[in-house]
């Protein structure tokens, strides 16, 4: 049973944006920063709380100038004045955009010059999982308008900033897990077999929305005889029938905020061979659950997962059993071998074992945590340990 929560407060109280920026604005000093730039949503929405579906159009950068001491200042297309200006931000700069000639370079870089100087270190996202999102012609432009101002990447700092969730953020989290948490309780009553992967997307994505989410931006799996083996692939037209093994994985969306974790179920009995490994990943998510705590590495929690698994330290082709979770999909950290991020309170991450237990063939489980100082909380609702029987 799906426990019930009340629906939170849309978007953040003023004080949420001040905490962030407080926090970013110490970590700057020790970095000697005396600015940073960011080009990429969720950072700008991590800042301000510019919520807009208009990133999706690839026309117009964005830009955020963060400096070391003040309020973070928006540069950009006017088409976003009013959005932007319904949020705390108060220094609005914009341009009439597209503007190939001078798609707003020009104004970054008078904002920079006068919030970071002449010589003041200037800080941007370089490192992994980061992307530039604005032309790099225009990025050379930029960097050759400020010819003193020393370039540094600021991607950890941001990291550790995005990596530990309020309150309010994970508020925002789990009405998103719980909903699909109802949703997937429902599966068994709108899937039946003799519909096509895509007929069950469909209805799926539609429980999604009628359980209160606000997108089904994500949704990935499939099916296939005693189990499945390709699940990123768009659904097919193939039919359920009996002996199949189906996944969903979703992430759905509430305000910005992400879920993410999956559900198998059998169309019939299932295989001795499909049950066991169900009852495997399943055992292995929960070693990891009671492992989530401060203090372990996700490298332990990879680990773990992997030897109740009977596997070695090989993550095979899919790298690695979870991560973190928030404004995007999928965050920093990763669980594994090669990831020695230690766990924190507050931290929003997935436990995600991969096993495949015959040739082509897989099971894959995967639910939503938050590290507490005490025991983790689930916010997905707990798969059962017997698969599901359609």
Known sequence: MTTSFSE?????????????LSKAQVLMAKQNLA????????EVRYFSGFLTQFWQSPTRPWFMVVPSSGKPI??????????????????????????????????????LKEVAGKQGIIGIMKGAESHLRMPLDDYEKLLSSLPHNPIEDCNELIRSLRVIKSEAEI?????????????????????????????????????????GVDDVSYLVGGSGQGGYGDIISPPSTRKLQSGDVLILDTGCIWDGYFCDFDRNY??????????????IIW??????????KPGTTCAELFKTMNKAMGLGDDAGSVGRLGHGLGMQLTEHPSHAAFDQTVL???????????????????????????????????????????????
């Open 8 to 20: 939170p407060e849309r978007g953040f109280r003023v004080a949420e944006f001040e905490a962030r």
């Open 35 to 42: 600015a940073m730039v960011l080009t990429t949503e969720p």
């Open 74 to 111: 928006a540069v950009i297309p006017e088409i976003g004045r009013a959005c932007m200006a319904n949020t705390w931000i108060e220094d609005i700069r914009t341009w009439d955009a597209p503007n190939p000639q001078n798609e707003g370079v020009t104004l970054l870089a008078e904002t």
């Open 171 to 211: 508020d925002k989290i789990r009405y998103a897990a719980q909903a699909a948490s109802r949703a997937f309780l429902r599966v068994p009553e709108i899937v039946s077999t003799g519909m096509s992967d895509r007929e069950v997307f469909q209805a799926f994505k539609h429980e999604c929305l009628n359980q």
């Open 266 to 279: 059998s169309i019939g009995t299932p295989s001795k061979e499909a049950a066991k490994a169900h009852r």
């Open 283 to 292: 055992d292995s998510t929960q070693a990891a659950l009671e492992l989530s």
């Open 344 to 390: 924190q309170e507050g931290m929003v991450l997935t436990l995600e074992p991969g096993y495949e237990f015959a040739p082509g063939k897989m099971m894959v489980h995967e639910e939503n945590i938050v590290v507490r100082n005490a025991e983790p909380e689930l916010l997905s609702d707990r798969a059962n340990r017997e698969i599901v029987i359609i």
